[in-house]
């Protein structure tokens, strides 16, 4: 257990519709990240946060958004849904801005039918 | 543009065999090279880890190989099990791992007895 939650683990839902997705850091980090995982893709960054901040930004479509709240949980916002955006989407957390190591979540994986 | 390249998509090894995974990079100001292990169902979690400034570190049947001016990083798996069949990713980073990993496609690896 890495201590980062991803909340849902799994979430069906059509075409146009949004989702929130749902990331608790492991106790004490500050900074989160988010990552999309697809087959031929492999692990994308899309977006970090730290301490409440946008920190960093990958290849994150404009239909994403994304926050960081005062109590250092994260959530991803994914709207006008398209079937391309069917993945798997993992949060991870660190403790600073100073080390390597990402703890990843079990992920949250989204079917667009 | 892929910053990292990993090879092969996908390995089949023996029991007792030599497991290898290759990975190059192109951008000479990442210093930080770690390999991830996915389970399905799994996040990635954090295998080994390298510095530009050794040429190899091993921990324990995993070893991390780096060739600085030919910009490639290997991992090696001495004495392969299925246990540790699991996909496999190579990352990189700038600035000692303060950015966001860029991470490999992965390699899914098959250990059969």
């Known amino acids: 257990d890495s201590g980062v939650t991803q909340t849902p683990k799994h979430l069906i839902t059509a075409t146009g519709q949004r989702v929130t997705l749902r990331c608790s850091p492991r106790s004490g980090d500050l900074s989160v990240y988010w990552y999309q995982q697809s087959l031929d893709q492999g692990l994308q960054f899309l977006i970090q946060?730290?301490?409440?901040?946008?920190?960093a930004k990958g290849n994150i479509l404009e239909r994403f958004s994304a926050q960081q709240f005062p109590d250092l949980h994260s959530e991803l916002n994914l709207s006008s849904l398209e079937l391309g955006d069917s993945a798997l989407y993992f949060c991870?957390?660190?403790?600073?801005?100073?080390?390597?190591?990402?703890?990843f979540g079990e992920g949250s994986r989204l079917t667009v039918l | 543009q892929q910053q990292v390249k990993q090879s092969p998509q996908s390995l089949i090894v023996q029991k007792g065999g030599i497991s290898i995974i290759n990975c190059a990079y192109e951008n000479t100001a990442f210093d930080y090279f770690p390999w991830y292990q996915q389970f399905p169902g799994k996040g990635p979690a954090l295998l080994i880890a390298?510095?530009?400034?050794?040429s190899e570190k091993k921990e324990g049947r995993f070893t991390i190989s780096f060739n600085k001016s030919a910009k490639q990083f290997s991992l090696h798996i001495m004495d392969s099990q299925p246990g540790d069949s699991a996909t496999y990713f190579c990352a990189a980073a700038r600035n000692s791992g303060n950015t966001p990993l860029v991470f490999g496609k992965g390699t899914r690896l098959s250990v059969i007895a």
């Open positions: 946060y730290y301490n409440g901040e946008e920190r």
């Open positions: 390298i510095r530009p400034d050794v």
């Open positions: 991870a957390s660190r403790a600073g801005v100073n080390t390597g190591e990402l703890f």
